[in-house]
Each structure stands twice: as structure tokens, then as C-alpha cells.
């Protein structure tokens, strides 16, 4: 076993890399479910997220641009889920399911004619000052802009639920849906946007995916990192801090142990292989589940 | 949960494309492991598929299901293939495996062939390729090219086939480079483009400049391109959209001969379960053009190479060669052999020098 060969600074600087795509996809799942909302659809949307940004990005040239198609997509396919389940009353997690499938079908015909094309390239991010500091610059502030954009997403999505009147009603709609109706409050509407947002967010993850990570299409690229992303908001209890660990968490953990497993760690490679989850798991089961939102996974109508 | 949905869903669409099924064609049948999009081993086993219907025109037509999970799943589909009158089924992946022999034991009549397995019966018929071969040219490039002496290897599952391919790979690439290093990952999957473009990047930290995988996906390649100077090798598919560099050259599968071979011996009753291991000489295994980016000397010493595999003057597992743990596997002048007791197909363990353990 060589230790030494294991470089700590890229190996926390690779955790941030590693983490984004589902800390992304959580954070909307976040927001849906404090809403009152289960879907299960996250994977479905982060893959069709993952085509539109890479066929937007592709036409345009432009990996920002590609973002923002992903971020559409996303939320386009999440507006189905949001019609069916808040108007027309359909079981959430059956539709959630179907809108995983769909979104699997749907992102490998829209991406027939992408496979093996490259991404235009997205630069990393080096920030004057900060990035030349030793140490912490190279871990923090050397990365492509997406890692901040998902950072300043869960701040944003912190402050929002914690501190605005607007995350007071969201968070009013999750907990109770017939006494925010009662008190006059849109439920349907605040629903709506809440899983549009989580759309947009799961999209943002996938396209990190295509156009960042690995960059290229490839059908079925996301393999399951939208169940993680649904787990992460659980074990966090609904909190969008401990999702931060938590991703990071699990983010680390790939990593790690794939870089022990490089330098000949003794460690058999099963147990390499399983310690992200078990990881994630224990850390957050330890930290004490918090209670979910109560109305969570439950069909709203006025006159019920 | 998803699984089996999943598997609904295809299952769903194998009976509908299955549905117009007619009586004096010959149908055959492929389930496949990954999504025929891959870019890489599930990719060429459908161009085999589709060199199959071309061949034959109307007198064959052909099904297949994509992304079938490997595990029970995949006898549900292998077993509405064969009520949908699948005359001759192809499972594309090692974990169809014991599927493959529960499903053809209902359906004597059905012909089944089974990919990189090793259980034959008398409706199953077993075959591979013996990508070694293409593995030891591999290493034979990768040993002169490597600078920082440290090859990186993703590796999937701790299956025979994967475990021949390092030590093809690590023989010659020491043979012609005695100070180099092997540092392997498994990444536990066939197919996972994040993943693997992960497993590359910890390697080129460590300190690879040639990367090998023996994963589906064209994410690594996409990492060594981004790491701008290490070499890549394209793996059950040419991937040449990532030449002349990073990728310098690939193993390519070619099923087409053998299943229409097949599928030929079906239509004229001929059809024998048999066990067929073909290499570079007939074609089975395709090494892909070497780019210009590898020195020429190199390059011509690689060509030599396999021309010599393909005339049988060389078995990239010749003596002496011990195991890692210093005891004598082959001794000097000796070949492997293909099985029994230390034979290639139940391989299982590294050969000297390569440092770290096989998963068991």
C-alpha cells in the first residue's frame, strides 16, 4: 500500500466535482418534498436534463446556454408530473416512477443522432486571489462555475425556507395542505412551482453529467444517481445543510475509495465499493432523523 | 423496484415487436446488457445483429431488448422471446448466464447462445473472444508509451475474462518495460459513465499516463482527453472519435461473422450446440487502427505482434510465468491451456508482479 501516492488536495478538490450532479438533483427533490410533494421521477428528469443540455450546448456552442436548456427540460418534464398529480390526481409515486421510465425513453430517442459527439468545453473557474492561495485554493476555488452554482443553490434554497414569507407558505402547504387551503393559500399553484423548480434543479444535475463530468451523451449515463439524490434528501431530513454533507458525504466517500483502491489498500474492494453508501447512511441515520413534511405524498383537492 | 418495472417495460415491448411474428421466418433473439447506445460491447453485438438482417434480408427478422438487468429479469425476457417463437436467442452478457441454461431447459426446440459463459448444454451453445490477445497487444504499446511508468486499469466484475485481460496486459507491457506499474480499480459495473470517468481521473492523479479499461463507456477516454497526455485504448468498440489521441489504438468486437454463421446453420438445420473461443485469427477480435501518435517503431513492433498472434506463432500466455504468489504456473516454453485446473477460462488469479489481490 502507498498512502503517499494519494494527493489530498485533489482528492477534496475531486469530491466537490464528484458531489454537484446529485447535491444539484437533491436539492430540488428538497424543495418538492417540503412542498408536500413525493416524486420519484428525479432520475427521469436529471437524464432528460442531461440530453437537452447536451443538445442545446452542442447547437449553440455554448455550455452555458446548454445549462439553461437543461435547467428548461427538466422543468418541462417535471410539469407533466405536476399536471398529472395536482390536477388530474394521479398516485404520486406510481407517477413518479412512470416519469423515471419516460424520462429514460424520452432522453435515448432525443439523443439518437448525439452519440460520440463531444461537448464544447467548459473551462474551470480560476478565481484571481482565492485561487492562488495554497492549500485551500486549489481545493475551493479551481473549479468549473457549476460548483458554485450549486452551492449558492442550496444557500439560496436555505435562506428562501428558513427566512422569506414565500418559504413560510411552501413550508405551510408540505406540513398541511387543508389548513394552508383554508387560510387562503394557492395550493396547487405553490405545488406547481415547487416541482418545476425540482425539475429544473434535477435537469441542472444531469447536464453537470453530460456536459461537465464525463462530457458526453450516452443513453442511461445518469445509472441511478437520481435514487441517490431522493435517499440524500431523506437521510437529510429535509434540511438543506445536512444535504450538503450528505452529498459531499457520499461524494467524498466515491472518491476515497477509489483512490485506496489505486494505491493497493488492503481493504477488500467490496467493502471499498459499498462505503459511500454505508457512509452516507450511518452518518446522517446518526444524526438523528428529523420528522417529514405532513402532508408529504398525500393527493390535495379543495373539496376533501 | 425500478428493476423490475424496467423489465416491464421492455417486456412490454418484446411482446408487441414480437406480435408480427411470422411462421416461415427465422427469428432470432438478442438481450442485451446495456443500451445498444453505449459506444462499446453492447453497441457491436447489435451491429452484429443488424449484419444478420442484412445478410438475410426477409428471411430472417430479429428482436432484441435492451438494458436488461443481468439476475431473474432476464429469464422473463429470454422466456417471452421464446413464446413470442424466437427460433435462436443470443444473451450478450456473462451474468445471462444461468438464465440462459434455466430458460433453454423449458424450450428444448429453441437454439440459445450465451456470451463469454461457460455452461453449455444441449440447446446452449457457449462463445467468446479471446480478447487477451487483444489485451496483450495492448500492453505490449502501452509498456513503450507510458513515461511515468504507471499504467492505470478499470477493471468491472473479478470475472475470469477481465482478470486474463490484466495479466495479458501486464506480461507484455513488463516484457518490454520492466519498471512498470500497474494500478487497478474495480468499478464494480459495465457500464457507468460517471463512475468510470471518476476511476480515470484518480488514476491520472496517481500518476497514469496510460489508462486501460475493460468498461463499456467512453467516459474515460473523455477524461484522458481532458488531462491532455495520457493514452487510452477504445474497448469493445473503436471509439476512434477519440483519436489519434488520447485513444491510440482499441480492441474491437466483431460478432457478425459468427452470428450469421449461426443463424445460417439454423435456417439449414445444422445447428449443433457448440463451444466456439476465437481470437484475432478469425477475426473475432479486431484491433483497431494505431494511431500516428504511437512512435513508429512502436507501432511496427505492435503490428508484428499480431501478425504473429494471428499466425499462432505467439500465445500471449507463454512460460515461464508465475503466479502472484511466487509458485510456477506455466514453466518455460509452455502455453496455457484453455481449461481445466489453471486453464484460461476459470483464470482467477494475477500473475507475479502485479500487486494487490483479486476480489473473491
Redesign the interface.
Known amino acids: 500500500m502507498d498512502l503517499s501516492s494519494i494527493n489530498p488536495i485533489l482528492l477534496l478538490a475531486s469530491l466537490m466535482v464528484a458531489a454537484t450532479p446529485i447535491m444539484l438533483a437533491a436539492i430540488g427533490e428538497l424543495v418538492v418534498e417540503r412542498s408536500g410533494v413525493l416524486n420519484l421521477g428525479v432520475e427521469g428528469m436529471m437524464i432528460t436534463g442531461a440530453v437537452c443540455g447536451f443538445i442545446v450546448s452542442v447547437s449553440t456552442g455554448s455550455p452555458w446556454i446548454g445549462f439553461i436548456g437543461a435547467a428548461i427540460g427538466g422543468a418541462i418534464l417535471a410539469s407533466l408530473f405536476g399536471v398529472l398529480t395536482q390536477y388530474l390526481l394521479s398516485n404520486q409515486v406510481a407517477t413518479g416512477l412512470a416519469l423515471t421510465l419516460f424520462g429514460l425513453g424520452l432522453s435515448a430517442l432525443m439523443g439518437q443522432g448525439y452519440i460520440g459527439i463531444k461537448a464544447p468545453s467548459f473551462p474551470d473557474w480560476h478565481i484571481p486571489l482565492l485561487g492562488d492561495i495554497p492549500v485551500i485554493g486549489p481545493i475551493v476555488f479551481q473549479h468549473d462555475p457549476m460548483v458554485y452554482v450549486g452551492l449558492l443553490i442550496v444557500l439560496a434554497v436555505w435562506a428562501f425556507l428558513k427566512f422569506s414569507r414565500a418559504g413560510l407558505i411552501l413550508r405551510a402547504v408540505g406540513e398541511n395542505h387543508d389548513a394552508a387551503h383554508a387560510l387562503g393559500y394557492k395550493v396547487k399553484r405553490v405545488r406547481m412551482l415547487a416541482i418545476m423548480f425540482g425539475g429544473a434543479c434535477a435537469g441542472l444535475g444531469g447536464a453537470y453529467l453530460s456536459l461537465v463530468r464525463v462530457p458526453q451523451w450516452t443513453e442511461g449515463m445518469t445509472a441511478g444517481a437520481g435514487w441517490i439524490a431522493l435517499a440524500i434528501v431523506v437521510f437529510a431530513s429535509w434540511k438543506p445543510g445536512r444535504l450538503l454533507l450528505g452529498a459531499y458525504l457520499f461524494g467524498g466517500v466515491t472518491v476515497l475509495q477509489l483512490n485506496l483502491q489505486a494505491a493497493g489498500m488492503a481493504i477488500p474492494v467490496e467493502y471499498l465499493s459499498m462505503a459511500p453508501y454505508l457512509a452516507t447512511t450511518v452518518v446522517l441515520v446518526i444524526m438523528r432523523a428529523g420528522r417529514a413534511p405532513g402532508s408529504l405524498g398525500r393527493i390535495f383537492h379543495a373539496s376533501r | 423496484?425500478?428493476k423490475s418495472?424496467?423489465t416491464g417495460?421492455t417486456f412490454a415491448l418484446g411482446l408487441t415487436t414480437a406480435a408480427f411474428a411470422q411462421d416461415e421466418t427465422t427469428k432470432v433473439g438478442f438481450i442485451y446488457v446495456?443500451?445498444?447506445?453505449?459506444?462499446g460491447w453492447t453497441y457491436e453485438h447489435n451491429q452484429g445483429r443488424l449484419a444478420v438482417e442484412e445478410h438475410f434480408g426477409d428471411a430472417v427478422e430479429t428482436v432484441f431488448v435492451e438494458?436488461v438487468p443481468e439476475g431473474p429479469d432476464a429469464e422473463r425476457v429470454m422466456t417471452q422471446m421464446a413464446l413470442d417463437g424466437a427460433d435462436l436467442i443470443f444473451s450478450t452478457s456473462f451474468g445471462f448466464m444461468d438464465p440462459t441454461i434455466n430458460v433453454a431447459g423449458k424450450f428444448p426446440d429453441v437454439k440459445f447462445e450465451h456470451a463469454t459463459g461457460y455452461k453449455q448444454a444441449d440447446n446452449v451453445s457457449v462463445y467468446s473472444a479471446r480478447f487477451y490477445e487483444g489485451r496483450a497487444v495492448q500492453g505490449h504499446i502501452a509498456g513503450q508509451m507510458t513515461e511515468s511508468n504507471v499504467i492505470?486499469y478499470i477493471a468491472s466484475f473479478?470475472i475470469p475474462e477481465v482478470i486474463r485481460g490484466i495479466n495479458a496486459a501486464y506480461l507484455q507491457a513488463k516484457a518490454v518495460n520492466p519498471d512498470v506499474e500497474f494500478?487497478?480499480?474495480?468499478a464494480?459495473?459495465w457500464?457507468?459513465?460517471?463512475?468510470e470517468?471518476?476511476?480515470a481521473?484518480?488514476?491520472i492523479?496517481?500518476?497514469a499516463d496510460v489508462i486501460l479499461q475493460h468498461t463499456d463507456?467512453?467516459?474515460p477516454q473523455?477524461a484522458a482527453q481532458a488531462a491532455g497526455n495520457v493514452a487510452t485504448f477504445g474497448q469493445a468498440s473503436d471509439m476512434a472519435?477519440f483519436g489519434p489521441y488520447p485513444r491510440v489504438s482499441s480492441i474491437i468486437d466483431n460478432w457478425s461473422p459468427y452470428y450469421i454463421a449461426r443463424t445460417q446453420a439454423v435456417i439449414d438445420g445444422t445447428w449443433e450446440s457448440t463451444s466456439t473461443w476465437d481470437g484475432i485469427a478469425p477475426g473475432m477480435v479486431g484491433i483497431g487502427e494505431i494511431t500516428d501518435s504511437v512512435p513508429a517503431e512502436i507501432k511496427a513492433s505492435a503490428e508484428a505482434m499480431i501478425e504473429s498472434i494471428r499466425s499462432g506463432e505467439m500465445h500471449p500466455f507463454t512460460g515461464p510465468i508465475n503466479k502472484q504468489d511466487g509458485s510456477v504456473w506455466l514453466a518455460e516454453g509452455e502455453t496455457a491451456s484453455d481449461y481445466g485446473d489453471d486453464g484460461l477460462a476459470g483464470m482467477n488469479f494475477y500473475v507475479e508482479g502485479i500487486?494487490?489481490?483479486v476480489?473473491?
Request: aromatic share 6%.
Open positions: 423496484m425500478m418495472l424496467l417495460a446495456g443500451p445498444v447506445g453505449d459506444g438494458s492505470g473479478p494500478k487497478i480499480v474495480w464494480y459495473t457500464f457507468d459513465p460517471a463512475k470517468a471518476e476511476a481521473t484518480v488514476l492523479e496517481q500518476g463507456s467512453t467516459a473523455a472519435e500487486v494487490g489481490d476480489p473473491q
